[in-house]
């Protein structure tokens, strides 16, 4: 499994503006992007219904936040230098 973290919330429209907080998802271990993925939290997203946080910003999804593994590297990994590799915006 991928070691790589990224901060995504939803786009504007697909939730309400309560629950639009900023998540943390595990990469992917693939290449395709996937049809769904899920938050530490348990939400589930399509990628296209996501936007990439490369900082964090806004209001964090605590429960995210609690499931997070300590690290010491950077939170947002984007190993795969290429924007839209992930399937995100």
């Known amino acids: 499994m991928s070691d790589g973290m990224l901060l995504a ?3 504007p429209g697909v939730v309400g503006l309560r ?5 943390v998802f595990r990469l992917p ?3 395709v992007p996937p049809d769904r ?12 219904q996501l936007q990439r946080v490369d900082n964090p910003t806004g209001m964090p999804c605590e429960l ?4 997070t593994p ?5 939170l947002v990994a984007d190993e795969r230098q290429g924007r839209g590799s992930d399937g995100l915006a």
Do not use: N
Request: proline letters at 9%; charged letters at 15%.
């Open 9 to 11: 919330r939803p786009l």
């Open 19 to 23: 629950q639009r907080v900023s998540h």
């Open 29 to 31: 271990d693939t290449t």
């Open 37 to 48: 993925v899920t938050a530490l939290c348990g939400a589930s997203f399509a990628p296209v």
């Open 64 to 67: 995210c936040l609690a499931r």
């Open 70 to 74: 300590r690290q010491t590297g950077p």
